[in-house]
Structure formats: structure tokens, C-alpha cells
């Protein structure tokens, strides 16, 4: 096993590289183990920001560092109500504690609530609510009066994941049908179980619900019609993309270097192995079971076949946390063991800075199990490091790597460990088609995933919303 991945951020310090660090800060949203950094594309306090007269429209028009205009800028001054069914490092939440930064950016009133707490105070909670506190987010209490009240005079209340729906009834109760006009549901699962009626009786009757993926709208409309006999509201998909602050350290070339070095140093991995990273909070729907399988399959093959001469290879699996003592975890590490790879099989615990991890890597295995991917933020993380990602052909994955062009896919369950082992003797043994892909995957995230990319897929949503909510409001105080 390889060293703590402190020593990492430890030697870094000492060597005081101060702008790398605040690169590095640059923070993920797909696993449990993702955080981002600011995400704003202006400062709260707006010292940052020019701003323009009014429109016709009374837009105000923000424009951001690089000088173009902000597409949420006309988001200024509206009171935003933020419902999260969990605070934690999981991508829903930080997904949504994304959107809160991106709304204070244009001096939106941002308000939070978390449905779900645990009864003993939590670190992560803590920190996490102080990061929102500092970037001018209220959070209040979900089952406060307040939080009916800010419910009733917002211009906007997004429900954050199916679990939330919850707080309707359990909070709003008979002023559920005031609010539910101005509600943007914004869904990330893709799974069976939450289509139940105490969760997401309300969805036909929300302004909007906005989704990850193709994959993902299309499942959720067939599933709610088939199981629920209800019908999907109007449904946005809005691709996420990259923040400018990862993008950075992506492109500074020394800073990927140094952080190469030092996470590998810290692995016990030298600098022209081959080194095979799976970044996914550990559980077996991320298959980090299957993938390892796959790795000693292609070692196995590499073995047989005396032509194949390859460096050493390497897997690290990072979101990993034995502290939590899962059978699944125990599986993991017994199977190295058994098959002898403790040299080879690294795991690194969950952590909140993934940069490193993506510069010492050389691939990325994006297994994620059944319907795959929601969308898979670390797929389009990776390839802005020019790395090759092998995928499941499921879910939002498939919307993100193109086969054979940006990386490699392969099926779910056990009958995707095979190709899976194939892909990695594949890429292992093409340095050339390991750095085509990554340019190819890197020139796709420049085109489609980026974060003003997403701004301008979430400004038109919202703005379709506040209309949504308007005319009904209107079309209300005329009937009274």
C-alpha cells in the first residue's frame, strides 16, 4: 500500500508553490468524494464584476472576468430557495451547493435547506455549510417557519435529487400547492427505488424537472408512466461542465507534473509505469469489484502473451474509506490480497481534492454498474486532463465519451470484466492511442463541457421556469 495521500498536499507546502495550491483546490461533484471550490464568475462582493444599464427587459447584465456578459445575470436580486435531501459529499448536494455559488456570483439571495440531518453534529456538514456561509448563502432550518415562509416569497424553489420531495408535504404541507408552480426539480438518480408515491407524487405538477442526461430523462419518463401512471413534467437535460478552476490546473502543464511526481512518489508508482485509476466513491454500484477483476484478467494476458512487453502496471482506487468497515470494502482489499496485487493495488481514502489523482493517472475506469452514470462529472474532469476513459456503455457515459474516438467502452456486470481486461492490455500497449484519445477527449470537453457551457444551459431553464411561475401567478390573482 502506498502512503498516505497527505504527504502529498504536506510536500507541496514545503515547497511552497502557492498558485499550484490554490489551483489544486479545484474541487469535484461525482462520488462521495468530490468537492468543488468556488465556482462563482464573479465575486460576491462584485468588486469583480462590471456592470451595464438595465435592458428592456430589466436584465441586469453582469459581465464575468473575461468580460462576457453572465448568462444568469437576470437571476440578480431574486430570492432563490435551495431544498437538499442530504449535505454531504456526494454529487447531489454538491451539485446543488454548485448552483448556489453560480446564483451569488450575479447577487442572487440564496437560501439553503437541508431535509435530512443526523441527530450528533457532523464535521463534513459543518464544513460544508461554512463554505456557503463565507460565499453569502443563508442556510436556515428545513422544518422551520422560516423555511415556509421563504418558501411562499421566493421566485424560485429547486428540489435537489427525487428524495427531497419529502420536504413538500412534511414542511409546506397546505401551502404545497402554492409553491409547487415555481418548484425546478432537479433529478440525478437511476435507480428503481425511488420511484415511490410519497417522493415524487408532486413531479407532474412542478414548473420543470431538470435532469443530467438523455439516458437518465428518458428512463425517468418511461418509469414514472409504467410504474406511478403519472407524467413527467416539462424535462430539461443540462450537461454539466467543468469549472474554470479545474481547468486551469488541467492546463498548466507544470502544475500537472509536480502533482504527477508527488502523488506517484506517495503510491510507490515511478514515472513511466502504467497507473489505471477508478475515482468513485467505493460501493458496488460503482464497480470497483469488477474493475479490479478486469486488472488482474489483464495482467494474466500480458503474462501469456511474451510479446506484449509493457512497464509495470498499477490500479489505485480512490474513495476508499475502511473507517465505514463495508463488507464491500473488506471484498476489495481481501481479493488483492488473494491474487497477491498489494504492490500493484493502491486505495486511497475519500478526499476532496482529485486534481492530483487526475494528473498521476494515465487512464480512467469510469465502471459504473446497472444504468450506469447519471452523467459522470469525473468522465469530463478526466478528459480535461487528456486522459482515455474506459466506460460502461450505460447512462450518461455514453453522452460523454465517444467509443473508440475518446476512450473505450465495455458492458455492464460480469460480462463486461472480459472487455474491460482487453481495453487495458489495449491502452497499455498503445502509448500513441492512450494520447490521441486524450487529445480527442480533451478538444470534446473545450466544445461541449465547460462551465459557462452550463451556465448558459441552466440560465435557459431558469428563465423558462421564472416565466412558468409568473403566468401562473398572475393567472391566480385573476381568478381571486
Not at 447577487?107 to 461554512?130: A, G, M, R
Not at 488541467?250 to 509505469?273: C, T, W
Not at 458496488?284 to 469488477?290: A, E, N, P
Request: aromatic share 6%; glycine share 6%; with cysteine.
Amino acid at each position: 500500500m502506498g502512503k498516505p495521500s497527505t504527504s502529498v498536499w504536506a510536500t507541496l507546502q514545503k515547497k511552497r508553490w502557492p498558485l499550484m495550491i490554490l489551483l489544486v483546490l479545484s474541487l469535484s461533484t461525482l462520488g462521495m468524494i468530490l468537492v468543488r471550490s468556488t465556482f462563482d464568475s464573479c465575486s460576491v462582493s462584485g468588486k469583480r464584476c462590471g456592470r451595464e444599464k438595465e435592458d428592456n427587459n430589466s436584465d441586469v447584465k453582469i459581465q464575468s472576468v473575461s468580460g462576457s456578459l453572465n448568462p444568469l445575470g437576470f437571476m440578480k436580486s431574486k430570492l432563490v430557495l435551495l431544498v437538499s435531501h442530504e449535505l454531504s459529499l456526494s454529487g447531489g448536494p454538491l451539485l446543488l451547493m454548485e448552483l448556489a455559488f453560480l446564483l451569488r456570483g450575479v447577487e442572487s439571495e440564496v437560501v439553503w435547506i437541508t431535509n435530512q440531518k443526523p441527530v450528533e453534529e457532523d464535521e463534513v456538514i459543518k464544513v460544508l455549510e461554512h463554505k456557503m456561509l463565507d460565499r453569502g448563502v443563508q442556510v436556515i432550518s428545513a422544518k422551520s417557519q422560516k423555511a415556509t415562509d421563504t418558501a411562499l416569497k421566493s421566485d424560485l424553489v429547486v428540489l435537489n435529487t427525487a428524495v427531497a420531495g419529502k420536504w413538500l408535504d412534511a414542511v409546506l404541507k397546505d401551502n404545497v400547492p402554492k409553491v409547487l408552480p415555481k418548484v425546478l426539480w432537479w433529478i440525478h438518480e437511476m435507480r428503481g427505488h425511488y420511484f415511490k408515491p410519497d417522493l415524487v407524487k408532486h413531479l407532474p405538477f412542478v414548473a420543470g424537472a431538470m435532469i443530467d442526461s438523455h439516458a437518465t430523462a428518458e428512463y425517468w419518463k418511461n418509469r414514472t408512466h409504467d410504474r406511478l401512471g403519472i407524467k413527467m413534467p416539462k424535462t430539461y437535460v443540462v450537461h454539466l461542465g467543468n469549472s474554470k478552476e479545474l481547468m486551469e490546473v488541467a492546463e498548466d502543464s507544470f502544475a500537472k507534473n509536480v502533482l504527477r511526481e508527488q502523488v506517484r512518489e506517495s503510491l510507490g508508482v515511478r514515472n513511466e509505469d502504467i497507473l489505471f485509476g477508478i475515482i468513485n466513491s467505493v460501493s458496488r454500484g460503482k464497480g470497483q469489484d469488477l474493475f479490479l477483476r478486469a486488472f488482474h484478467e489483464s495482467l494474466k494476458v500480458l503474462k501469456e502473451t511474451k510479446k506484449l512487453e509493457v512497464p509495470t502496471m498499477h490500479a489505485v482506487v480512490v474513495g476508499s474509506d475502511m473507517s465505514a468497515q463495508t463488507k464491500f470494502e473488506t471484498e476489495l482489499r481481501n481479493f488483492v490480497q488473494e491474487k497477491k496485487l498489494q504492490k500493484i493495488v493502491h486505495f486511497v481514502n475519500k478526499t476532496m481534492k482529485v486534481a492530483p489523482y487526475l494528473a498521476a493517472i494515465d487512464v480512467l475506469v469510469q465502471n459504473s454498474q446497472a444504468r450506469g452514470e447519471c452523467f459522470g462529472r469525473i468522465t469530463i474532469e478526466a478528459m480535461a486532463f487528456k486522459l482515455p476513459v474506459l466506460g460502461t456503455a450505460a447512462g450518461g457515459t455514453m453522452e460523454i465519451v465517444v467509443n473508440r474516438t475518446t476512450g473505450l467502452l465495455h458492458n455492464t456486470g460480469k460480462d463486461g470484466v472480459l472487455p474491460l481486461a482487453k481495453n487495458i492490455v489495449k491502452l497499455a500497449t498503445n502509448v500513441e492511442m492512450r494520447k490521441t484519445m486524450g487529445k480527442k477527449g480533451y478538444e470534446r470537453v473545450k466544445e461541449m463541457f465547460l462551465e459557462h457551457h452550463m451556465s448558459h444551459r441552466i440560465a435557459s431553464v431558469l428563465r423558462e421556469v421564472l416565466q412558468h411561475a409568473k403566468i401562473h401567478s398572475q393567472t391566480t390573482n385573476s381568478d381571486h
